[in-house]
T-cell receptor, first 116, second 113 residues
């Protein structure tokens, strides 16, 4: 069965500092991994995805994530945090080896607060 | 930039009433989804829809729920007899193809009293 863990409910970082939001996953096949961001009263916005290829994927707003198969992780990173990055971040996984597996399994979310 | 839209943004209903939540997916997308997020909890998959039929559904999606694409643009979620525990934010999403990234709408907050 697929699952996603986001071990930190809350991450605080000073503006200008690098940020990391952690995600680990569990699937039976090769994972498709996604990061979404949710701003207050808004839907989920797609940030980036890993399907195959380079382990480091780049996405919107300067975010990137590194796929690590041995550690089953897909941490979200940004070299220099902005106050406007403050939001709720969700990691999601899909196992394409599961027949009819269209759906995403989401983590519980990590609230990122960037302190001016 | 095309986006998924949902109406209404907030729906208040009494227990036992029927509600219909509406979504307009991105026009060239072929797969449609409903998810829900109970306050403070994770986003949960309800159902996916392709080629005018359900392709997958979760345990949450019981007989009280149904989906429909009544015309070429709308995608609806109907809850026949709402319960208090149906109170949640309901998100519609769409994707070009089955395994591509999904784009989410802003959500409909359903409050059942």
């Amino acid at each position: 069965a697929q699952s996603v863990a986001q071990p930190e409910d809350q991450v605080n970082v000073a503006e200008g500092n690098p940020l990391t939001v952690k995600c680990t996953y569990s699937v039976s096949g090769n994972p498709y991994l996604f990061w979404y961001v949710q701003y207050p009263n808004r839907g989920l916005q797609f940030l980036l995805k890993y399907i195959t290829g380079d382990n480091l994927v780049k996405g919107s707003y300067g975010f990137e994530a590194e796929f690590n198969k041995s550690q089953t992780s897909f941490h979200l990173k940004k070299p220099s945090a902005l106050v406007s990055d403050s939001a709720l971040y969700f990691c999601a996984v899909r196992d394409p080896s599961q027949t009819g597996a269209n759906n995403l399994f989401f983590g519980t979310g990590t609230r990122l607060t960037v302190i001016p | 930039e095309p986006e998924v839209t949902q109406t209404p943004s907030h729906q208040v209903t009494q227990m036992g009433q029927e509600v219909i939540l509406r979504c307009v997916p991105i026009s060239n997308h072929l797969y449609f989804y409903w998810y829900r997020q109970i306050l403070g909890q994770k986003v949960e998959f309800l159902v996916s829809f392709y080629n005018n039929e359900i392709s997958e559904k979760s345990e949450i999606f019981d007989d009280q729920f149904s989906v429909e694409r009544p015309d070429g643009s709308n995608f609806t979620l109907k809850i026949r007899s709402t319960k208090l525990e149906d109170s949640a934010m309901y998100f519609c999403a769409s994707s070009v193809l089955r395994l591509y990234e999904q784009y989410f709408g802003p959500g409909t907050r359903l409050t059942v009293t």
